[in-house]
T-cell receptor, first 112, second 111 residues
Framework: NAGVTQTPKFRVLKTGQSMTLLCAQD?????MYWYRQDPGMGLRLIHY???????AKGEVPDGYNVSRLKKQNFLLGLESAAPSQTSVYFC???????????FGNGTRLTVT | GQQVMQIPQYQHVQEGEDFTTYCNSSTTLSNIQWYKQRPGGHPVFLIQLVKSGEVKKQKRLTFQFGEAKKNSSLHITATQTTDVGTYFCAHTGGSNYKLTFGKGTLLTVNP
């Protein structure tokens, strides 16, 4: 099992550019999440999904969109990147409510 | 969601010293999970506590959930350099599938 796989690992964008972060899990987990991590801020939830075809807003959803067309994939999109979106992005999945989160290795995004 | 406060934000110890981080809430928590993130790595699940007063041990790590379920602690006995990293507490709040994380405690260990 590969677990949770995120691509790309690193990316540099100019302000206004768009991109999509990919997350794939092979554990048949129902729930998937996107978090961002900034120094001193911990992990903040951007969007999450409780099943294929469903998405919901987390704590800091503005400027991001997500899609869960297949159970194993959860995509995070930035339509018009801003410097404030410079961060490390983690995808995570959970088998069922109350079970542990499994994290991907992260994507380090820099917006100049 | 409910916020949890973690203290201290940073802790530097000499190898062999003990270390404790605390996770505090103003409201009752349904559960607490603890994660460890090594520098440059991703968070890794350590343990979950759900019962009032619960104590669990993993080798040199001791996890406690308060009697009122409003606080939790992680204690490391005789720290080693391999313990370096950021320790996060997290809880699920009103739903059991949306985790809210504390800001973490960064532990550094001087060999």
């Amino acid at each position: 099992n590969a677990g949770v796989t995120q691509t790309p690992k690193f990316r540099v964008l100019k302000t206004g550019q768009s991109m999509t972060l990919l997350c794939a899990q092979d554990m048949n987990h129902e729930y998937m999440y996107w978090y961002r991590q900034d120094p001193g801020m911990g992990l903040r939830l951007i969007h999450y999904s409780v099943g294929e075809g469903t998405t919901a807003k987390g704590e800091v959803p503005d400027g991001y969109n997500v899609s869960r067309l297949k159970k194993q994939n959860f995509l995070l999109g930035l339509e018009s990147a801003a410097p404030s979106q410079t961060s490390v992005y983690f995808c995570a999945s959970m088998f069922t409510g109350g079970s542990p989160l499994h994290f991907g290795n992260g994507t380090r995004l820099t917006v100049t | 969601g409910q916020q949890v406060m973690q203290i201290p934000q940073y802790q530097h110890v000499q190898e062999g010293e003990d270390f404790t981080t605390y996770c505090n809430s103003s409201t009752t928590l349904s559960n607490i999970q603890w994660y460890k993130q090594r520098p440059g790595g991703h968070p890794v699940f350590l343990i979950q506590l759900v019962k009032s007063g619960e104590v669990k041990k993993q080798k040199r790590l001791t996890f406690q959930f308060g009697e009122a379920k409003k606080n939790s602690s992680l204690h490391i006995t005789a720290t080693q350099t391999t313990d370096v990293g950021t320790y996060f507490c997290a809880h699920t709040g009103g739903s059991n599938y949306k985790l809210t994380f504390g800001k973490g405690t960064l532990l550094t260990v001087n060999p």
